[in-house]
């Protein structure tokens, strides 16, 4: 009962139909323009196993992070540069030595070898190498206990995370014969639904990591703003009762519109693929598994600090978070999915195969992140229960008395 | 099961300020008057009353319960805040039901509370206006109605007649009387008329303290012998007001005539000992506990 009446407070809201709107034009500008007449399958690229592949791209790129001193790292999902000190960079040194076969002459001809190019710091060049090769007959597990050991000295999620290597360094170009494969991987395993679902989800996912905080935000601070929470801080109800009741609401009808979206996308792929057999059920199916994480993580987080904080700091937070989930994203955009990506990225219908090799990561990132808005939710329900008690009352980040200002 | 109110040697602090000292108090059923000047604590005394704050030592029981008991407490009180207000694009009923819901009532009953408070509060006819578009009266009556939403054994109204004209002042004071049937009201306000037409007992708070608990009466009582009239010539008012407490004036052709607090017989040539009205007697009691009150001083 009190469901449906916050349910209906939420589809009255501006900031309701404000999400509304965004979110249905983001779909008919990527996903719905994207789909018009048929997918465009392009040059595509597939992920093989190629041991001198995986091998020489690892190789040059671990050079040029040496060269730089800037490694990139993805630790937990989130981008991080990590610079070493001197006595790990000779380490790698040690490492790229053994590779290359190079004595300590050789090696400074190879690194001079390298192209400098500039990354928004003036006096901070970085280099990038692509010819340098590996020594003759250099042994894979060799290589891959080099790999290892340098992504520990990094502290993990690096490029040469054994795991990663495959992906990230193994990537080669389709022929036109693999092209038809894949165009029939996707007609029948995928079924149509099953690719375009991906894509869906692809665009979606970034949506629903950022949109929904505005919407919960506004709904947990408005009882402030309208001078009306020591009316509802008096009533009879719980604490628990009343905030899971509202984050329901919440999920509930900001996955409205994306069930509207399914259904289009679903009638859109019957009228493009006419006479294919089409799994009717995967576009209802996977986007819910896929996207209902970012869903509950991003309206979690947007109550939780909305209610410790206020909206403002909720969505100054989550804007950061967005950022960097996207920017981690955008490094793998067809399937190569982390296991703490909040937003999974695969920015094509086809490509199935590199879908499934990281299903396991796809599997584990959303319940992690469901996991993780769980927890959020049941924090946010004692913030409300020790404000409604006289607690934690007037806690700011910015502003006057903010937590940050004072501390400063 | 008590049907009353104790406090019991309560102290409460924000931070490290202290904003009620040794509170003592007894409320018992009927309406109850908590008299005081703006900053007097008062609505913090309310507040902890309701639950939506928390004391720092000394005990609060209401009607037996403990105010620890927060979830009981809620369930037996009903509050109207100083400062609130309703969602302004809900319908005058659609808010009660929704606060209503959040009381636990179920939907058929809901239901009918709401038609019966609406009735109760003359807002039957308005019951489809949204909020904001009712007046200050009745977002107050509309509060009260919320507060009786789930049929409290407590009602605790702060400063609920605050910028409302003389007649909805007056309904609203009437409505609080027929509500205090069988129920403790507790009713705070800096205007001594909300008390006196409606309550018998009061106490009058300062500073965080109590300054004053009783009836009415001994109120009044207390005052007995300081209040007086006199007629002033206009060019000496100015000079009165800073020597007298002046609690009333009635401006006369080529005098005025002052009611005044004084401990001992003003020096002034026609000035008479009078019967001391509320208004008087709480000026008088403020006096008497050191508080400055020269109310008419420019």
């Known amino acids: 009962m009190l469901f449906r009446l916050e349910c209906k407070k939420i589809l009255r809201s501006a900031a309701f139909l404000i999400y509304c709107v965004i979110s249905v034009l983001f779909f008919a500008t990527n996903y719905y323009s994207d789909c018009k007449g048929g997918v465009y399958l392009g040059e595509g690229t597939k992920i093989v196993e190629d041991h001198d592949l995986i091998m020489h791209g690892a190789l040059n790129s671990l050079m040029g992070e040496y060269a730089s001193n800037k490694y990139v790292c993805y630790p937990f999902g989130y981008y991080k540069a990590v610079h070493l000190k001197d006595k790990d960079q000779q380490k790698i040194e040690g490492y790229l030595k053994e590779m290359t076969g190079t004595d300590d002459k050789q090696f400074e001809e190879l690194l001079a070898s390298g192209e400098k190019y500039y990354l928004g710091m003036p006096d901070k060049p970085e280099y990038g190498f692509g010819d340098i090769k590996m020594t003759d007959g250099f042994s894979y597990d060799r290589f891959l206990e080099i790999m290892a050991d340098t992504d520990d000295m990094l502290g993990g999620g690096s490029d040469y995370a054994p795991e990663s290597l495959t992906a990230l360094f193994s990537q080669v170009a389709m022929n036109e014969e693999e092209l038809e494969d894949e165009y029939k991987t996707f007609i029948e395993d995928d079924k149509v639904t099953g690719g375009l679902a991906r894509l869906f989800c692809d665009y979606n996912g970034i949506v629903l990591a950022i949109l929904p905080v505005f919407v919960a935000a506004w709904l947990t601070a408005n009882d402030r703003k309208r001078r009306m929470h020591e009316l509802i801080y008096t009533r009879d109800i719980s604490s628990a009762k009343l905030v899971l009741t509202r984050y329901a609401a919440l999920v509930s009808t900001m996955f409205i519109p994306i069930v509207l979206e399914m259904i289009i996308a679903l009638v859109q792929a019957v009228v493009e693929y006419k006479g294919e057999s089409l799994d009717m059920t995967v576009m209802f199916t996977l986007p819910t598994f896929w996207l209902l994480p970012n869903l509950l993580f991003t309206t979690a987080a947007g109550v939780l600090i909305t209610e410790v904080f206020s909206a403002p700091t909720a969505i100054f937070v989550q804007v950061i978070i967005w950022f960097k989930a996207t920017i981690n994203g955008s490094r793998m955009l067809s399937g190569q999915i982390g296991r703490f990506d909040l937003i999974c990225r695969h920015n094509s219908p086809v490509d199935r195969s590199t879908f499934l090799m990281n299903q396991d990561n796809f599997i584990f990132s959303r319940i992690f992140w469901t996991v993780i808005s769980l927890v959020l939710i049941a924090l946010a329900v004692y913030a409300y229960d020790a404000k409604r008690g006289g607690r934690f009352n007037d806690i700011r980040l910015f502003g006057k008395d903010g937590l940050l200002r004072r501390k400063a | ?298």
């Open chain 2, 1 to 298: 099961m008590g049907n009353n109110i104790i406090i019991r040697n309560m102290n409460k602090f924000y931070g490290k300020k202290q904003a009620l000292f040794d509170i003592d108090l007894t409320i018992e059923q009927g309406m109850f008057g908590l008299l005081g000047r703006n900053g007097a604590g008062k609505t913090t005394l309310m507040k902890t009353l309701a639950a939506l704050h928390r004391k720092k030592d000394g005990e609060v029981i209401i009607c037996g319960i403990p105010v620890e008991k927060a979830k009981k407490i809620r369930s037996m009180t009903g509050y109207l805040p100083q400062d609130f207000s309703m969602y302004p694009n809900m319908r005058t009923d659609e808010a009660l039901d929704y606060l209503g819901a959040l009381s636990g009532i179920p939907s058929k009953e809901r239901k009918q509370r709401v038609e019966s408070l609406l009735k109760k509060v003359n807002l039957t006819e308005h019951r489809r206006k949204k909020v904001k578009e009712l007046s200050g009266g009745m977002k107050r009556r509309l509060g009260i109605a919320q507060a009786l939403l789930h049929d409290p054994k407590v009602i605790i109204v702060d400063e609920p007649t605050a910028g409302l004209d003389p007649e909805e002042r007056i309904r609203f004071r009437n409505l609080l009387c027929e509500v205090a049937e069988n129920r403790i009201v507790i009713l705070s306000t800096h205007i001594v008329g909300d008390v006196e037409s409606t309550c018998e007992n009061i106490a009058i708070m300062d500073e965080g303290r109590i300054l004053w608990k009783g009836t009415v009466r001994e109120l009044l009582e207390n005052a007995r012998g300081h209040i007086y009239t006199a007629n002033i010539e206009k060019q000496y008012m100015s000079q009165i007001k800073k020597e007298y407490i002046v609690t009333g004036m009635v401006t006369q052709a080529d005098y005025t005539t002052v009611r005044l607090v004084s401990d001992a017989e003003p020096d002034l040539p026609n000035a008479v000992l009078t019967e001391p009205d509320l208004e008087g007697a709480y000026m008088y009691c403020l006096h008497s506990n050191g508080c400055n009150v020269k109310g008419g001083e420019e």
